[in-house]
């Protein structure tokens, strides 16, 4: 799944192939750094050295080619295939390693038929089969499988409509604004959306919610197409029959399988603990959603009516773009097989001396088709981090905390792995110390990162340990990639700096990837990494190890990189005297939040009363900025310091969970209910400015005051 | 010609379509306004109702078609007849009127090849025909006239040359320093670039420089096309066969009959004093260049090998733009005629009684095929106008100031027929206290004007005292449309308000219309205006009668507004006690424009003294503030103050011209060298800086302060 956002350059492939394997920097030098978190740095420094050697290039190279050897969805013998690859490769670097098996709800098309008809006449019948020209730029070697499903939305139901067609842009709730704005309805239409600007399960639960009868989602050329740069195979880009596939889950609503909300769909899970279809809760779309390639879109919105759309809505397809209704109809019938099936994570655990305190790492292994960077680019990396780690046990290495490495399955089609593993072992995992993600863990060169803020300086310390293919650390070119606008997380207004912080900007998690149940529903401090790069074929049948050796990463370079960046966040994080968690800046961006809310509730002209929430932040940063003195010189016996500092972040969780949605308990950090992708900060106060609602909005107030309260008073009770 | 900047919307052409003739303001209310200039508006106001019910849409709308029934290129038969047109209406009004011949250079295509070959492959074959479906949206009823020319550029020598193609964007300075800055050299190459950003003469005028051996300018769909809206005829942008003809004269180095700088082209001048080849200065292309329309570049451009553009040099046509040189070969063979040919300005003249001081107001005549908008939606306004003075002239109204009425031919080659006519009464000429220009005067309902500073406040005033077909004022309407963000003039650093400006913005001016002679050749003080919409068909085929009722002003009624404002300005300049200059406002200008150009110099890293331009321009502000305070409270007899402030102008000339081109003499305002149509302030000044020339910008420093001198001194000279 991913949240993907548009990389715009496209650095010379060359300067990556002229370095196959980057070396480690030399051993542990005779001035052993001073780290966060670490009394004395001297062993780990040499622990270190040893892991840094060993993530191969080469080897990562293999995984990744066994990995997308075959389409691998989720529950199918493929994906079982790579189950079992992954779990050889955790024992043999000496991890307790088990095949997880779940039994969850989940959409496999049966047939898929998308027709238009202009005047009567018939001018479009998909979807077309994914395929580019064999005898130019090399072609493609994957496209003809016959194991590829046809390019369907998960988590749409069937259904045949036909219906007049309107165009809605993004599908954003301002397009949807827009659209009535202008006297358009979208009442009983099929609506067809562009993908892009927010999470497609949302356009999905607007378009419903405004009464349209079917949805279709295309990729328009301007987004990630030729507008872009070049079309695979001669480029990186989405060429004109690829498809993006994904979920059109309601996923801010709860992700994981539908079914069970909060319980984990083990297969001793009695029938009568899933909910009925009457008792589901709004968790998916009513209406049929599928994707559509700019190909077959393109002749639906050329021959359609009405007015010209607003001319920021206009794509990059060869004509001026109307919005509808009128002329064309489009026929819709979509059969879905929703049955139960059977999914595998894979859970590798080395035994730490704290065992109540573990930290997690995972990436998910289930692709839409190949998957070749969405996400086996990151499974890749992650074994050859277990590789890693393996050496290290060798040598006699033994983490002072237990880590425990994820391969979730399903992600694609909500986070279904990582979630029902997470609401199995709540109880347990409440008191991880951190998870560490990577879904798109190779696609170019450009480093980036999410965290929460008390994870961000621990990130960048990190990758300051790192060398760069590109020369220098991952730290400095990271800074050199931002200061040139790169990077996938490199626009969206959760990604700006909340000051004061001046260092390169990481953004903060919303959702679409596997950290939501770990950050979001049980409050385990999270982050998510990833290498990227132009990458158009997302969720296609060409993200595949073609494209990847072609476009992202040749030598396997930044796949080494991505292992010793992972692998350096799991073994500082497992062996730390302090956690390093830094609840300075997190309580300085809290205090912050509050104060854009308040101008936003201004704007609004809502009558809000914020003093409590005003009084309870600042509390939490100064007992934050308070217990950042006390880390930096902790005391000799550290167990209740870090007791305080893992309890501290489950504290900010509220058990009654946000408003329509109790399954996500965060109160600094969600999904929008309108963006899906894009993080919301606290999300029950904005939400309820948004939507005007002060009632609601006075509520989040004192539940974020409570919360804050709750946390603070940990901190604060730690003896200085 | 006209300078042509993108505009954003569409007004409901219902909207015009409801009022059909928009009622001039009841007379002369019991209050009379305090009009500037005026020591008793009293006696004004009653001419100005009289005049005000005068011009009347419908017969604008017969000028119209009158005017655009047949292709009517300056020099042509159909050109003479609608001159002996303009004459007869002159006449019937009751001006002096004359049909004043020059004998100038024009260019005309004898035969247009451009073939384009992939690999020896024959790809594209042209120019096609300008051409739309007759059976779709009405089809366009001029499009078979044989009398319309091959589309091609004036000034473009003839000339053969077959070479492979670079892409250049708009070539601009910038797109070719880029070009070599990524390694792609021109030299020897068939230069492929788009219209917009500059004048077209300058996408040549460089490419030249950079040794490319010929030049194809095409109408991107990103520009004027599609992409803007929808496609004549169903909307009023660019179909894809229609080209934009055009001059490609070096028009920054001098305009008018390039073999007579200076001089007129009167039949009686000898052939001896026409510059032979040999001494031609540099103001024309000497290798060939010919405009396309995006259906024959399109194969290029998708042929073109080379590495990707840069993004932001992608156009809307649907694949990735690249670079070139590699695969396509340009084959171009131009043969034109450029032998002397007749052009006829129509002149007349209403005798004042200051005959030392005229008036001057003027449009030009001829199209490139039919121009409906550009240029005689000017001369179908004007026509109403000079209906209007001949009403009053009937009776009994004789104004102070000589008034004359030019219908200029040849602008489209080059402002040939206004510059000579200038060059040959420049002594006259030189005393004239204004020249009021119109162009494309009616494309659409939002109006706009550039000028010099000392008129912004005039033209504002005159607005206000003209009714909108959309409600209010024009000026009423004219600050809406600006608060949305609309007008041709809309955007562009020329047109920026200088502050202490509050008020509606007026551009500055450049060059590209019949005003450049006036202003910057003998420092008339002048203004341009229009009244702007979405128009995509400039200098093609479609630029006609179809066109115009179809999107522009189907009921005539913004001609009849054109028509009043342009009358208001030629009234109130005419009869004004004082001449209403705001020399307030020019020094506050002047003094900012040195302030900007001290911080380019700064950044340039270049050491200047700009202290004595920095004085004098204090003086000259000082100077204008005060002679302002006289303007309001006169004296009795105003001569004296009227000649110091008419020769206030005249004494921002520089003798001896910018470097480069010593016919641009105006030290405040030119096109800029690398612009061609925006304006450049302090331009020998500004420009020295851009070429990070010390010696010229501190010369040119010295001039601008002795021309500032010269002026605040006669401004100082009058008894307050």
Redesign the interface.
């Known amino acids: 799944m991913t949240h993907l956002r548009t990389f715009?350059c496209?650095l010379p492939l060359a300067a990556m192939a002229a370095c196959a394997q980057v070396s480690a920097p030399a051993a542990a030098s005779a001035t052993t750094p001073s780290v966060f978190g670490y009394r004395d740095f001297t062993q780990q420094a040499k622990w270190d050295a040893t892991f840094m050697a060993v993530p191969d290039a080469k080897l990562a190279g293999e995984h990744l080619k066994v990995l997308t050897s075959a389409p691998h969805w989720a529950s199918s013998p493929e994906d079982y295939a790579t189950a079992v690859y992954v779990a050889d490769k955790f024992k043999a670097a000496g991890l307790k390693t088990e095949i997880v098996p779940y039994r969850v709800r989940l959409t496999k098309p049966v047939s898929i038929l998308v027709e238009a008809f202009d005047d009567g006449q018939k001018i479009m019948s998909g979807p077309t089969p994914e395929h580019v020209d064999p005898t130019k730029n090399g072609g493609d070697p994957f496209q003809d499988d016959p194991r590829i499903l046809p390019a369907f939305n998960g988590s749409s139901p069937s259904g045949e409509v036909t219906a007049e067609v309107v165009y809605a842009n993004y599908g954003t709730l301002a397009d949807f604004k827009k659209l009535a704005e202008l006297g358009v309805s979208v009442k009983d239409k099929i609506v067809l959306v562009r993908y892009g600007e927010n999470f497609r399960g949302i356009k999905a639960y607007i378009a419903e919610q405004y009464g349209a009868k079917g949805v279709l989602i295309y990729s328009d050329?301007a987004d990630d197409g030729?507008?872009?740069?070049?079309?695979y195979p001669k480029?990186p880009?989405r060429p004109a029959s690829a498809v993006q596939r994904g979920s059109v889950q309601f996923l801010p609503i709860y992700p994981g399988d539908p079914d069970t909300p909060g319980v984990a769909s083990t297969l001793q899970l009695p029938a009568s603990s899933r909910l009925s279809e009457s008792q589901l809760q709004n968790d998916e779309p009513n209406i049929p959603v599928n994707p559509l390639s700019w190909h077959d879109a393109e002749p639906i919105l050329k021959a359609l009516g009405g007015s010209?759309s607003p001319?920021d809505w206009?794509g990059?397809?060869?004509?001026?773009y109307h919005l509808g209704p009128g002329k064309v109809t489009v026929h819709m019938k979509l059969v879905e097989d929703n049955s139960l099936r059977t999914i595998w994570d894979v859970i590798g655990t080395i035994p730490g001396t704290e065992k109540d305190a573990p930290v997690i790492a995972g990436n998910h292994r289930d692709a839409w088709v190949y998957g070749a960077v969405d996400p086996n680019s990151g499974t890749a990396a992650m074994l050859e981090t277990v590789h890693g780690l393996g050496v290290l046990l060798q040598q006699g290495w033994k983490p002072r905390r237990t880590i425990i490495i994820g391969s979730w399955d399903a992600e694609e089609e909500g986070l279904i792995g990582s979630t029902e593993w997470v609401e199995q072992h709540a109880g347990e995992l409440a008191h991880a110390v951190a998870y560490f993600n990577t879904d798109v863990g190779v696609s170019g060169p450009s480093f980036d990162a999410s965290a929460v803020p008390s994870l961000k300086e621990f990130v960048r310390e990190v990758t300051k340990s790192v060398p760069s293919p590109a020369g220098g650390t991952v730290y400095d070119q990271w800074k050199k990639d931002q200061a040139a606008n790169k990077g996938r997380r490199g626009h969206g207004s959760e990604h700006a700096n909340t000051p004061p912080e001046k260092d390169v900007r990481i953004g903060n998690l919303g959702s679409g990837s596997d950290y939501t149940p770990f950050l979001q529903h049980i409050g385990v401090p999270s982050t998510d990494i990833g290498s990227d790069g132009p990458y158009g074929v997302y969720h296609s049948v060409f993200d595949n190890y073609n494209w990847f050796i072609k476009f992202a990463d040749p030598t396997f370079v930044y796949e080494q990189q991505q292992a010793r960046v992972f692998g350096l966040e799991i073994l500082h994080m497992a062996d730390a005297d302090v956690l390093p968690y830094d609840y300075d800046l997190y309580g300085q961006n809290i205090v912050s939040y509050l104060t854009t809310a308040e101008e936003q509730a201004t704007k609004a002209k809502l009558t809000l009363d914020f003093s409590a929430a005003d009084a309870a932040a600042k509390r939490f940063a100064a007992a934050g900025a308070a217990i950042r003195a006390v880390q930096a010189n902790p005391p000799a016996h550290t167990a209740a310091l870090n007791v305080a500092l893992r309890e501290a972040e489950g504290a900010l969780l509220n058990p009654v969970g946000l408003p329509k949605r109790p399954w996500y308990k965060h109160t600094i950090y969600s999904p929008g209910e309108f963006t899906g992708y894009a993080a919301v900060v606290i999300p029950g106060v904005t939400e309820g400015i948004e939507a005007a609602d002060t009632e609601r909005a006075q509520g989040q107030i004192v539940a974020l005051a409570d919360a804050l309260n709750r946390s603070a008073a940990i901190l604060e009770a730690v003896k200085k």
Do not use: C, I, K, V
């Open positions: 715009a496209l050329p030729y507008f872009r740069g070049d079309e480029g880009y010209e001319r206009q990059a397809l060869p004509f001026t």
